[in-house]
């Protein structure tokens, strides 16, 4: 069996000769194939070496994108000019030129294209206190009157706040007339008739907000008209869609037991600030363009303002720009009639800040911004800022042209409109150094030499030809900046400061080509706002000597200079600088603010304090619970009413 | 030279055409001798039978493929002589390869008669012609040409175990087929 088994294996094998000559042939293992196959592998291997080094080199070298968007399907629109600018502002180009340069950086360096102008912008924080909080306790809601008719039909109005301008009203967190003292915390508007000891409040009304709110993220402020009849609310809120907004609320106090919301006016942006004159309200709101915006929906680069029948955008006519932007944000002012909110002009100039004066009949806007020149091998870098004019009145705003000063501006009292002119006082701060680069980390190194250097400047303009008349520059110790500004008509005092002395200077402006200038001399501690206080005293609120020292002094002008008549100092406390938290009534002498003292632990408490010509007395020292810049104080008939936005108290005086 | 010329040479009776084919064919010849009978001597002597066995058949033959004709008279020398001279010694690749034939081998009963040739050729034929390549040029080189496997798979660009695999399914394929045809041997 085994025999004839291996037969049939090898007669099957000696079959296999049978094959076909063709597949023979075709399989000869004699044949070169190895080598084909080898030469595969290799042109395999190469190609795909080729493509992973070509696709490497791609992605390391290809550059990136450094152009904006093509905008040119706006071209039919009349923004379409404004869109080419934001478009180049706004997009946001990559920071390397490839990815080898992002990656493998520390092994070169980059020099990054200077721009002849650069941004520098301060933003200052607009007033404002706590959101809406609920009544302080002991407070009642409805008409528990105690003082019989709660209609303000019979009233007067009060002014409250030490506004900077006379007549040009600022908003507030409190409004009084004679009758009663209106305060808002928050969204919540609360009343309290004046009663002394015996006031409460009488009744509270929340503003409703656009039911879109998500949030009201600064807190509100308010105006009384003069007939005491209605209160208009400013507030700031976030919408759901996460835009900020502006709010315009209108409230029916005539019967302050039945306080009614009127009517609501909104627009997109910040609340920055707003003045009230003649029955004209003025809005100053500022927006922002976000990177690379969609220019087909215009709400993300135009202001808009809705009065209830939907929002419409600023028209391109009411746009002021300059050729070059250096921000994509507006500054947005509006003036509405106080009692109907119907707007009667708009304008908003873009590149500007926040920093806002009013005078009697024009709003002026400041722009800061950097430039720099090159001295030999020294770049000299300074600040300056531009000063836009818009005028006001019955009929709108109307654009007037601009100006520029050297250095920066402290804030809207550093402006001050008098007699055709226009006083600036402004912090210069001309540095000079040399640029290097070195290879360090790869990166490009900046180091500074030559010095610094910061002073004091006022400018007086021509408004007539917006050109400078004259300055007095570089007044200041050198290294000073400016704390505090305070003009009264042909008088203004200036308090500068390096860390914690200052200097007070008082020009004599009456005079402008004879500017003189006195001064205190360097005493402790800076004030951070000066006050007149009547009688050729000048009052200043800021530090002792040192950071957790409150001082108050009283000055007054001196043949020789400008001297210090008394001062009273607050250790270990913190106040607010928010200059309408103070209580300023120089009729009855009394300054108040609140402070937040450490004595183991944080208490709040509100100050006040009589000057008698020689000496400031503390007539007040109590507790008052809450955030000290929203604490406000009214002094009516032998009683100081305090507020906060978590307290009320009424303190009799003797 | 090319094959026509080579054969006229036998035709012609012209020794050269001994020389040419060894020059031509010799080294083709020597692997497949070599690749049965594992034995330099014993491959020399195949490979001269051949020469003896293609001036003896030429005329009247005239092949198409003077290189496969010469190879498989080749083949079938060197396996007589397999059979012949290594019936208590055998060589292990050999064995190897026939050990691995009788897979092809149906189940049949030994008291059938044995197929006839031309049945057979073709049916082999047929198999091979519709194997995919690869498989054919694995299939004819393990089993027309004895190469070991370890050559197989390095020409081929293959891993042994991959040529192992294609054999073992070749192999079942073939039996299949060979019962299917009604081939017995």
């Not at chain 1, 002991?138 to 301008?165: C, I, K, P, R």
């Not at chain 1, 100039?349 to 004066?357: A, D, G, M, P």
Request: hydrophobic fraction near 35%; charged fraction near 25%; glycine fraction near 6%.
């Amino acid at each position: 069996m085994k025999d004839k088994k291996d037969e049939k294996k090898q007669r099957l094998l000696e079959a296999m000769s049978l094959l076909d000559d063709r597949y023979v042939e075709e399989a000869d293992p004699t044949r070169a194939r190895p080598k084909k196959k080898l030469w595969r592998r290799l042109s395999i291997l190469a190609a795909c070496l080729c493509l992973i080094v070509t696709s490497a080199s791609l992605w390391l070298f290809l550059p990136y994108n450094h152009q904006p968007p093509d905008v040119s399907e706006y071209a039919d629109s009349e923004y379409y000019p404004l869109i080419q600018k934001l478009n180049a502002v706004t997009y946001i180009r990559p920071t390397y030129k490839n990815n080898f340069e992002r990656y493998f950086g520390r092994w070169g360096y980059t020099l990054y294209p200077k721009d002849d102008a650069y941004l520098n912008f301060g933003a200052s924080s607009p007033a404002g206190g706590e959101p809406g909080a609920a009544l302080p306790e002991g407070a009642t809601d409805g008409a528990d009157s105690l003082t019989g008719s709660t209609s303000e039909m019979e009233s007067q109005y009060q002014e409250t706040t030490d506004n900077q301008v006379e007549g040009v009203i600022e908003a507030d967190l409190i409004k009084r007339s004679d009758r009663h003292i209106y305060y808002l915390r928050g969204n919540t508007l609360s009343v309290y008739p004046i009663a002394g000891a015996e006031t409460r409040a009488l009744s509270s009304l929340t503003v409703s907000l656009p039911d879109e709110m998500r949030y009201a993220y600064r807190a509100s402020e308010m105006y009384l008209s003069t007939d005491c009849r209605t209160v208009t609310v400013i507030a700031s809120y976030t919408a759901r869609a996460g835009q900020t907004k502006v709010a315009l609320i209108s409230l029916d106090v005539s019967d302050p037991a039945a306080m009614v919301q009127k009517q609501t006016v909104t627009l997109t942006g910040s609340y920055q600030s707003s003045r009230l004159t003649d029955g004209t309200l003025l809005l100053i709101s500022g927006f922002s363009v976000g990177q690379n915006p969609d220019f087909s929906d215009e709400s993300q680069f135009l202001p808009q303002i809705d009065r209830g029948e939907g929002a419409e955008s600023i028209p391109m006519k009411d746009i002021v720009s300059p050729e070059t932007l250096s921000t994509t944000y507006y500054t947005v002012v509006s003036s509405f009639d106080e009692d109907t909110l119907a707007l009667s002009g708009c304008t908003a100039l873009l590149s500007y800040s926040n920093t806002v004066y009013v005078s009697h009949d024009a709003v002026y806007v400041t722009r800061a911004a950097g430039l720099r020149h090159k001295e030999g091998d020294l770049t000299v870098s300074e600040s300056v800022t531009e000063i836009a004019r818009l005028a006001y009145d019955g009929d709108g705003l109307r654009y007037r042209g601009s100006v520029t000063v050297a250095g920066y501006v402290k804030d809207q009292y550093s402006l001050d409109e008098y007699e055709g002119y226009l006083r600036v006082v402004t912090t210069t701060d001309e540095q000079k150094y040399r640029e290097s680069v070195s290879f360090g980390y790869g990166a490009a190194e900046i180091w500074m030499d030559g010095g610094s250097g910061s002073n004091a400047s006022l400018y007086v303009i021509d408004l007539e030809t917006l050109t400078v008349r004259t300055a007095v520059e570089a007044f200041a110790p050198a290294g000073e900046t400016v704390q505090s500004v305070r003009f009264d008509g042909t008088a203004a005092y200036v308090c500068t400061s390096i860390q914690l002395s200052d200097p007070v200077f008082f020009f004599d402006l009456s005079d402008l080509d004879h500017i003189t200038v006195k001064d205190t001399g360097t005493i402790e501690g800076f004030s951070t706002s000066l006050v007149n206080f009547g009688d050729g005293y000048l009052l200043g609120i800021g530090r002792g000597d040192g950071w957790d020292t409150v001082k108050l002094e009283i000055y007054e002008e001196t043949e020789t200079g400008v001297a210090s008549v008394c001062d009273e100092t607050i250790s270990r406390s913190y106040y607010s600088q928010d200059y309408k938290s103070y209580l300023i009534d120089r009729e009855n002498r009394l300054v108040g603010l609140g402070v937040s003292s450490y004595d183991g632990s944080y208490r709040s408490r509100y100050l006040l304090f009589f000057f008698d010509g020689l000496t400031l007395h503390r007539m007040v020292d109590c507790t008052l619970r809450g955030d000290i810049s929203t604490m406000r104080a009214v002094y009516i008939d032998g009683y100081l009413y305090l507020f906060s936005n978590e307290d009320f108290a009424v303190q009799k005086l003797s | 030279m090319d094959d026509q010329r080579i054969v006229a040479l036998y035709w012609d009776r012209d020794e050269a055409a001994i020389a040419e084919s060894d020059k031509k064919y010799g080294k083709y010849c020597r692997y497949i001798a070599d690749a049965i009978l594992h034995s330099d001597p014993d491959t020399e002597e195949c490979v001269n039978d051949t020469w003896l066995g293609a001036w003896q058949s030429m005329p009247p033959h005239r092949p198409q493929r003077l290189g496969v004709y010469l190879g498989k008279i080749t083949r079938n020398l060197a396996i007589g002589r397999y059979a012949r001279d290594h019936a208590q010694k055998r060589s292990a690749p050999t064995a190897l390869v026939l050990d691995e034939v009788e897979e092809f081998l149906p189940a049949a009963d030994e008291s059938l008669p044995l197929s006839e040739e031309l049945a057979l050729k073709e049916a082999i034929n047929r198999f091979v012609g519709a194997l995919p390549r690869q498989s054919r040029v694995i299939f004819v080189r393990r089993y027309f040409y004895l190469s070991p496997i370890k050559e197989i798979a390095e020409s081929l660009g293959l891993s042994e175990s991959n040529v192992k695999v294609i054999l073992l399914r070749t192999r079942s394929k073939f039996r299949a087929h060979l019962e299917k045809e009604g081939i017995v041997i």
